[in-house]
């Protein structure tokens, strides 16, 4: 409705905000029809059950190891992984463990080459390491002051 509004006033600038919104729609539609698969096979294949197992209130040290590893080896924008780690959630996975998930993000393995041509190999081990330590932290503070 918006664009037929607008199109009255200013058809030539309405086209080209529409060819924009289009781009971006080609752009996140795999992503987002990729989410709802990935979803609903996690549904199929990870039950209540699985998700408590391995990263629920009882998970321990699996569960923030399994979340780390989870969080390093994800890639693709974050949005994306929001439904997938609700729906985690929603089946017992702990807040700790999706704040260590999410900041496990924050190392990119793909990266890693062309980071190691900016800076050292010791300063990317030592800031990698840091980071999944302090990531474990963060999940200890996230479950006690945000427990589900």
Request: cysteine-free.
């Amino acid at each position: 409705m918006l664009y037929l509004f607008s199109f009255s006033f200013d058809p030539a600038g309405t086209r080209a905000a529409l060819d924009q919104s289009l781009a971006i729609l080609g752009r996140i539609a795999p992503v987002l029809v990729g989410v709802t698969v990935l979803v609903g096979l996690s549904k199929y294949a990870l039950g209540p059950q699985v998700v408590a197992r391995y990263v629920g209130a009882e998970s321990g040290w699996v569960g923030y190891l399994l979340a780390a590893l989870g969080g390093l080896l994800s890639h693709g924008p974050v949005y994306a992984w929001y439904a997938l780690l609700r729906d985690f959630q929603d089946e017992g996975m702990r807040n700790g463990l999706i704040a260590v998930f999410l900041y496990n993000r924050a190392i990119k393995l793909p990266l890693l080459p062309l980071f190691l041509y900016y800076f050292e190999v010791e300063f990317a081990v030592v800031l990698g390491a840091v980071m999944i330590v302090v990531s474990v932290g963060q999940g200890f503070v996230v479950d006690r002051l945000a427990p589900n």
